[in-house]
């Protein structure tokens, strides 16, 4: 099918040989298009440009080959086939000898939440490869009972040192509902602490070695990445002069007092010190690149290793059960993805389990069919309260996000007008 987009007016338009112009917000892509071997469509963000400090949370998306895969889908296959994890796993033994600790410090930081993966990464550094990490934890919203049990099973059980960070509760709240209401990303300000978190506290402590888990590359980063293990300094670190075009919420910096956020409570959401950095020596690691990253297999090593404990039903909006389980937004981080690029929580989940070899395209799809979408309500009260804001307002917010050559509205029920098949 070929798809006529046009510019009028600063806008562009999908030209619907019925309907008309449809028009296409967020910077979309106007041709939907499904990846051939996982169920993603290219009206994905790419993930690193996702969550920037900009106005709107989107101008990059997924890309795909001229075979219609996706990148994910080109890193998945060397994850599988090409790449020597023997040598990688070398190279990470060389990285450890370098920075590890002889006098009982500290060597590096661990940033997670206690889920699975960094469960897994924290103990696999220690007894695989003889580090001594610091783990460190930027607060989710609102933890969830299963989430904040198995924070304390990664302290208690699995036996680490915790630096838990939790930023100003009216802050977060205000940021957050900003978030909602100016770029229905309500994940946002987490999002943008968190990454800048541990980068700054490196510096602080004088542990210059971090390390994060599982690679960009593998849901959709340039696969060019793929081949780097070095998290891009851009993503968490700034010179100290040039916060001025930061943008929280969708509001600027220098703009947030009039929302009632004083800019002396913004130190712990601003990006690292670039001098700082390069002072301390930081260099934030993929351990994604050096050991090959299997969500399910982290999971059941997590298991083994603190007991941690999946939800007893699946997540609203998925079929899986032990992913992203720890605050009671993050139901509402992927259903707004789901509204406004179509692609919800069911996808991401089968798209990686395609990836790795778990399920076939085709359970895929079922599972997508069945789930995606899917309003999430177990905590939506909670998720009301912190946003101050009724469930009218709310659900009429997230319409406004609707992207229509995406969306129709048909008896007041609204579709999308295309599917994964
Ligand atoms: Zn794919």
Redesign the pocket.
Known sequence: MIVKVEDRGGKRYVIDPVEGPLEIKHGLPGEVRY??????SNQRPSSSVEHENTKESTRNFIEFDKNG??S??RVAELKHRDIEWEKRSRELVTLCEKYRSRNGHYDCLVPGSGGKDSVYAADVLRKKYGMNPLTVTWAPHMYTDVGWRNFQRWVHKGGFDNYLFTPNGQVHRKLTELAYRNMLHPFQPFVIGQKNFAPKLAAKLNVPLVFYGEHEADYGSPIAESYSTLQDTRFYARSRQSTTDLYFGGVVLSELPKHGISLDHMASYLPADIDDLTKAGVEVHYLGYYLKWVPQECYYYAVEMTGFEANTERTEGTYSKYSSIDDKIDPYHYWTIFTKFGIGRATYDA?QE??NLHIDREEGVALVHKYDGEIPRKYLQDVLEYLDMDEAEFFEIADRFRSPHLWRKSSNIWQLRFQVS
């Open positions: 990846c051939t071997r996982c169920v993603i895969v996706c994910a889908c798209s395609i990836r």
